[in-house]
């Protein structure tokens, strides 16, 4: 059947087509919605065949997109060193904008699509390339660390970038080589205040926000602690730094995913983005999840709905003007070659090293 035809019935072929990916996501989607998604699912894989597309599905994404239709899978981390690797012509981004751009960053030949383009970020709106600008000149000599959470203008002002599973890595790389005791982290205040207790090197920081993670308080974790004694709690770091402290594990999505596969806890609780837990549950079956978790709307902008219509229409694509990308992609290159960090230390992460708070610019 052609993918483009106007055919989203569940057909016995179709269903045949996705029984493994069903066997997969069945804990979490019900069987009436599964009949509306297996279709577009099939349709979609097709479309990835016939087009040489791969699709990029960040963890946030809903499982039926997540197990359904993602060739590649993970973190900010794990999804730009894939876009490196991609010998794909079309990549699509089934994430938030500032993933399309590292995609297109490092991919400058291929075409990258974003399915929505208000798939926004907090962290990535709250600072622009003047800002960065006037920071360096306030700050000379002194190293800029960004978070992968930025566009490619911002990354194209910084030295190196950095995501929430090596952050502490490349500060401590970065100021050895800058020979310095300081280093600029930007946009994320908590992720800088986070990293600041794990190094001896001074932290300059912005004032930028995840607004889903930066909800969550001590009271919360208190709170779970209190209903649910058994569970572990495993928290991100974008989150403020009481709430790391009282939870049992701090890391990046991929390391929260790596904890529950390889310790397989019999309850456990993800301070995250609420598909987080749906798509680690797909794969752990013996876990019971606690599910308090916020929402991203950006990220909930991506649907089977608009990767399907991407893909038919190329749409949207991501572009870049040569010079920023250009620049931007000796920051994201810098990390992408730094060695891929140690899991088994995030473990750490919780314990406070050192007491000094970050300089809030
Ligand atoms: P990681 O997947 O890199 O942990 O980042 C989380 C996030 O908020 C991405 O937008
Ligand atoms: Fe941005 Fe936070 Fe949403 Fe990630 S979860 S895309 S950091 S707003």
Not at 117 to 139: F, N, P
Not at 213 to 228: L, Y
Not at 309 to 315: I, T
């Amino acid at each position: 059947m052609a993918d483009g035809s106007t055919t989203f019935a569940f057909t016995p072929a179709v269903e045949a087509e996705t029984q493994a990916i069903w066997e997969k996501v069945r804990a979490r989607v019900t069987p009436m919605e599964w009949r509306l998604q297996a279709p577009l699912i099939a349709k979609i894989n097709r479309l990835k065949h016939d087009k040489n597309a791969v699709i990029l599905a960040h963890n946030y994404m809903t499982p039926e997109i997540f197990h359904g239709v993602g060739d590649y899978v993970g973190d900010s981390l794990g999804l730009a060193r894939e876009a490196a690797r991609s010998e794909a012509a079309i990549i699509v981004q089934a994430g938030v904008h500032f993933m399309a751009e590292t995609s297109k960053v490092l991919c400058p030949d291929k075409t990258v699509l974003i399915p929505d383009l208000r798939a926004g970020c907090s962290l990535a709106a709250s600072i622009t390339a003047a800002d960065v600008r006037l920071i360096k000149q306030r700050y000379p000599g002194l190293p800029v660390v960004t978070y992968v959470n930025t566009t490619a203008a911002v990354k194209a002002e910084t030295d190196v970038c950095c995501t929430s599973a090596n952050a502490v890595q490349v500060v401590e790389a970065v100021a050895r080589e800058f020979g310095v005791d300081r280093v600029i982290l930007l946009p994320d205040e908590f992720l800088a205040r986070n990293v600041a207790r794990q190094t001896p090197i001074g932290i300059i920081a912005w004032q930028g926000r995840c607004e889903v993670h930066e909800r969550f308080t001590a009271e919360d974790i208190a709170e779970i602690r209190a209903s649910w004694p058994n569970a572990e709690i495993l928290a991100h770091p974008e989150c403020p730094a009481e709430v790391l402290a009282a939870s049992d594990f701090a890391g990046s999505t991929a390391a929260m995913n790596n904890y529950v596969m390889t310790r397989k806890p019999r309850q456990v609780v993800l301070i995250t983005e609420c598909s987080m837990s749906d798509n680690v549950a797909c794969d752990a079956p013996d876990t019971e999840f606690v599910r308090p978790c916020n929402l991203c709307p950006h990220m909930k902008r991506i649907s089977l709905e608009n990767i399907y219509a991407a893909l038919l229409n190329d749409r949207y694509e991501v572009t870049i003007d040569a010079a920023i990308a250009e620049r931007a992609r000796a920051s994201v290159q810098r990390m992408i070659d730094l060695p891929p960090p140690a899991v088994p230390a995030r473990y750490d992460m919780v314990k406070a090293r050192h007491h000094v708070d970050v300089e809030l610019i």
